[in-house]
């Protein structure tokens, strides 16, 4: 078992902050880290390695994530209701600690024990569209909705808060925590009944920071031509022209996706017409650069508390971020 630990600050000037690390966590999920700590670069000399681009929440959310690769800890197999976006609310096994800072956890693979997590062959993974899995009621959405703007803010900061994370992984080179990010939202949206619609600061700070190929991009633009311009009794015309005064990309790949929706079915050229048929599950969407496809749905289906811990993660950053900022 390899305990060496390294040095990671996070965090700009008088906020930055260290944070000890077993080597391992890192580079058994990052070729970034990998080569920084295990190469001849200096970093891995100093054993210190310094990113002024990450805040700490979203490097211990990280963290957080890299503890469920090698440790066996379940937050169980439901995704949490949408209520949790709410002040007061608490996530599922929220209380929940480990034994030692998640950063200091020992770097060993648990052996892979009964969980209550693990799904039946005859129930649909958590990312299937098409599937059984818990749905909470629409009208409970909707009636969080009506009751003021506090929930829809809190949405809209989760969203944040995966896409910091989706940035993070793209960045420092974790492509398992990049699908595994787009699993929990799929996931999420699934469950709740509820997509990302357009908005201003989430689809700036998504083109502003990733790549126009990006997978998470693409997810933004197929719930918004599929859910939000297509919401019923809206009108197109209207959200086109808010989309092209946002983002003149983002109008665009939401338009060329709504026109193949709109060929005629008979043809074999274009998307799908129905959601479910042009994304039946998160793995239309990964790079499976980690794992192939078929043990990424192996692991989704047995698994499902990593997504479902991701989901909480966010919920809780979102809810932070909110208090900050009433705060100020």
């Keep these: 078992m390899d305990l060496d630990t390294v040095t990671v600050r996070v965090g700009e000037a008088e906020s930055a902050v260290n944070i000890t690390v077993y080597r391992n966590l890192l580079s058994d999920v990052s070729p970034y880290f990998r080569g920084a700590f295990e190469g001849s670069f200096v970093e891995a000399a100093d054993r210190f390695i310094s990113l002024t681009d990450v805040t700490e929440q979203t490097f211990r959310m990280f963290l957080q994530w890299v503890h ?57 993974a958590l990312d299937e569209m098409g599937g059984h899995q818990k749905r909470w009621d629409i009208k409970e959405i909707e009636g969080l909705q009506l009751k003021g703007s506090e929930w829809i803010n809190g949405y809209r900061l989760s969203l944040l808060s995966f896409l910091r994370l989706y940035v993070f992984a793209d960045k420092y080179n974790v492509p398992q925590l990049r ?54 009794g809206s009108c197109s015309a209207t959200r086109v022209r808010a989309m092209k005064e946002m983002n003149e990309v983002l109008a665009f790949d939401v338009m060329v996706v709504q026109n193949e929706r709109l060929k005629e079915t008979e043809s074999s050229e274009g998307m799908p017409f129905w959601l479910e048929d042009a994304m039946p599950n998160s793995c239309t969407l990964q790079e499976h650069l980690a794992r192939d496809a078929a043990k990424c749905r192996k692991r989704i289906r047995e698994q499902p508390y990593i997504f479902i811990g991701l989901i909480e993660m966010c919920a809780q950053d979102a809810l932070s971020m909110a208090k900050e900022s009433d705060e100020e």
């Excluded at 608490?90 to 052996?111: D, I, S, W």
């Excluded at 024990?113 to 649909?124: C, E, N, Q, R, T």
Aim: include cysteine.
């Design 68 to 124: 469920t690769q090698v440790h066996q800890h379940s937050s169980g197999a439901t995704i949490p209701s949408p209520v949790i976006l709410l002040p007061g609310s608490t996530a599922k096994n929220a209380g929940n600690t480990t034994t030692a800072p998640v950063e200091l956890q020992p770097p060993h693979h648990t052996q892979s024990v009964p969980d209550a997590g693990f799904l039946p062959d005859d129930i649909s």
């Design 179 to 232: 699908d595994d990010v787009l699993t929990a939202l799929t996931a999420q949206s699934i469950s709740w009944w509820w997509w990302p619609g357009v908005d201003r600061e989430l689809m700036e700070s998504a083109y502003a920071t990733l790549p126009p190929s990006s997978k998470f991009i693409r997810f933004l633009v197929l719930s918004t031509a599929y859910c939000w311009l297509s919401e019923p």
